[in-house]
């Protein structure tokens, strides 16, 4: 295992420690294939109906028509403001209810294959943010701390598996003390914290820092709640936490907001910028790609927009120091791959960035080491 | 994709550092060579500051090339700082501002040469010290009086040598700062004062002459070791490789010190060595080969 590095916090960087909300978007945005464009008609759908393939309405409005942006087609829903739910008045599950055939209920959640818990014995909830100044973990912890766990209890009981950990990043204390608080309602579950390294997030990283053998299966905090939502509350999931900071704005902060929002309408209506000659990256500084406002629709998959001052940084000849191989948590050479300019590629690379974050000659090495970034 | 963040420790920041060091080599070259005869009476004044000529030709020329080639004015100053280090005192200024001339000229003709340009220079100056101008590294008061230094004295840096890099113990002090920044190749000097040293003690038991490992304290040696062997341009980028490049220059050194002037081994060897990397490496990359050693 490679020696992982600490990345110095830019205290320019940060976010507010209260939870902003944008539920209220005027319209939603959701993805659609094309084909299925000519089946949609226009109606009022109701918050959380099943519109097609597993995607459900986020809110209750009407249907009123389709966008299409760069090729992609969006369904847009005009929002009503009513909030009707489909769910109003279906009675949620207790704890007693859920228990039996608590497997049966599992089974409908097809986004994972539970075939694979069978021969675990450690269940590793992975609470550690992947990406640097990144803060959707940290909220969701606060804001959903009984859910989560009461999640891993049951399936840690259900399973009958006997070790069940959550991993802290030692910096990350609200999150330490948020599940501290409730630990003592799950005696089975036990808090474990890791040093402030950088990608220890990462999964893959996770496994091989933790020596972690296959009897030890990791599921995010965020993968644990959408199963709490999605088997326990029998509900849909229709918001998601957006990190949006960044040197080049005033009030960096952690929304929580509808599936579908434009990214334009919840910056025009609480971001300020310091400095409009700004970069925006989304999903991490670190391994990001660069995009544009009008471009970004919230999906759960959009975790963090970044708007960074635009830096100077001019690319040099490489000065052969090696530290991009030095850093790289799974020795995928990115030496090699500048110096063939991209013909050895390498699968193993997981685009943490690290290569590029130390190379002083500010050589994009990422670019030629992986295909994403061609 | 626009670097946005990076890495703290700045390579700037190397350079400034690596700059400050060398300096603190030219002051202490500058008190053994003429300073300190100064104030023993053995030098006037004039004599006294002709080293300070050796430090402004150096860093005269290469302000000025940089100015006309358009660069920033600080570019490879360090570069040129090490030659005005690494020649014999006693070494002639005309010669050396034709050649620090011939030298900015010639780097910017040969950018892609496979030997360092350092060392390069210092090849030249051996060749012309030695079947030129016949002189070798003691200062004007050295050639004249006999002197005797013992261990100590190599070791503080009271020694025969390049105009100033003698000092051991400044080397030393210097490795240590050097080996606090991230980009610093800390492994390879170790590894090739290791890999001279340890022969040499193992030869002087078998021989029984213990005179034999004051070699040991060759300061050509520990400044090729510290400055010229870990320079990133010229040397290996992997672990594996680093330790068999710096390992290499190790025992050719102490090879060459049995053959050649003790002072002169250690570059032949690096030399030696670059050539011989330049080489592999050139070879094995033809055809997008990607068995690269590096």
Redesign the interface.
């Known amino acids: 295992m490679k020696k992982l590095l600490t990345i110095a916090k830019d205290s320019n960087i940060k976010v507010n420690s209260q939870i902003s909300y944008f539920l209220e978007p005027e319209n939603v945005y959701l993805p659609i294939n094309k084909e299925l464009i000519n089946k949609m008609q226009i109606k009022s759908v109701k918050k959380g109906e099943l519109l097609y393939n597993d995607i459900y309405s986020p809110i209750s409005g009407q249907l009123k028509g389709v966008l299409n942006k760069n090729n992609k087609y969006y369904l847009i829903i005009h929002n009503d403001f009513r909030e009707e739910d489909l769910y109003k008045g279906v009675e949620e599950f207790t704890t007693v209810n859920i228990k039996t055939n608590f497997i049966e209920n599992l089974k409908k959640y097809n986004h994972f294959d539970w075939d694979l818990l069978t021969n675990i014995k450690t269940i590793i909830l992975n609470g550690i943010e992947d990406e640097p100044y990144v803060a959707n973990k940290t909220f969701l912890h606060c804001y959903e701390t009984s859910g989560i766990l009461q999640m891993l209890d049951l399936i840690s009981e259900a399973y009958k598996i006997p070790n069940v950990f959550i991993y802290l990043k030692e910096t990350d204390r609200e999150s330490i003390e948020a599940f501290n608080e409730y630990l003592g309602t799950y005696p089975n579950i036990k808090i474990k914290i890791l040093p402030d390294y950088y990608p220890i997030g990462n999964e893959f990283i996770m496994q091989d820092f933790l020596k972690l053998t296959p009897e030890s299966y990791i599921f995010s905090t965020e993968k644990m709640y959408d199963m709490y939502v999605k088997i326990i509350k029998e509900r849909v999931k229709d918001t998601t936490f957006l990190t949006i900071t960044g040197d080049a704005i005033i009030n960096p902060q952690v929304f929580k907001v509808k599936i579908g929002t434009l990214l334009k309408d919840i910056v025009k209506e609480n971001i300020d910028f310091i400095d409009h000659n700004y970069t925006m990256y989304v999903n991490g500084i670190m391994k990001s790609e660069v995009s544009k406002i009008e471009d970004i629709i919230i999906t759960e998959d959009i975790r963090a927009i970044y708007f960074m001052k635009n830096k100077k940084y001019v690319s040099k000849d490489c000065s052969n120091c090696g530290k991009c191989n030095e850093v790289c948590p799974v020795n995928c050479n990115p030496y090699l791959a500048l110096k063939t300019k991209g013909k050895y590629q390498n699968e193993k690379c997981i685009n943490c960035g690290l290569c590029t974050f130390i190379c002083p000659s500010y050589i994009d090495l990422a670019k030629y080491l992986n295909k994403k970034g061609n | ?8 420790n ?2 700037k920041h ?1 350079k400034e550092i690596f700059l400050g060091l060398l300096f603190l080599l030219f002051l202490s070259g500058f008190y053994k060579n003429s300073l300190n005869y100064y104030f023993l009476n053995q030098l006037n004044l004039i004599e006294t500051l002709k080293p300070l000529l050796f430090l402004f030709i150096s860093l005269g020329v290469s302000v000025i090339f940089n100015f006309f080639r358009k660069k920033s004015i600080w570019q490879d100053l360090e570069e040129n700082l090490i030659l005005s280090l690494i020649i014999p005192p006693a070494f002639p200024l005309l010669i050396y501002l034709f050649l620090i001339i011939a030298y900015n000229f010639g780097k910017i003709k040969l950018k892609n040469n496979i030997f360092s340009n350092i060392l390069f220079f210092k090849i030249i100056t051996i060749i012309i010290s030695t079947f030129f101008l016949k002189i070798n590294y003691e200062n004007i008061i050295e050639q004249t009086n006999p002197y005797f230094y013992g261990t100590l004295d190599l070791f503080l840096g009271k020694n025969v040598g390049n105009f100033g890099t003698t000092s051991i113990l400044l080397l030393i002090f210097i490795f240590i700062l050097l080996s606090c920044n ?2 610093y ?1 800390k492994e390879m000097p170790i590894w090739t004062i290791l890999s001279y040293s340890v022969p040499i003690f193992v030869f002087s038991l078998i021989k029984n002459d213990f005179l034999f490992t004051k070699e040991i304290l060759n300061s050509h040696l520990w400044f090729t070791a510290i400055f010229l062997v870990p320079l ?7 672990k594996k490789w ?1 330790i068999i490049y710096s390992v290499l220059v190790g025992i050719i050194s102490f090879l060459l010190i049995n053959i050649l002037k003790i002072e002169d081994g250690v570059y032949i060897a690096l030399l030696f060595v670059e050539f011989i990397w330049g080489v592999a490496n050139h070879f094995l ?1 033809k055809g ?1 080969n ?1 068995l ?1 050693i ?1």
Do not use: A, R, T
């Open positions: 994709m626009p670097i946005c963040i990076h890495f703290e700045d390579f190397f991230f980009y190749k990133n341009k010229y040397s290996p980028v992997s680093k990359n997008n990607l690269k590096y």
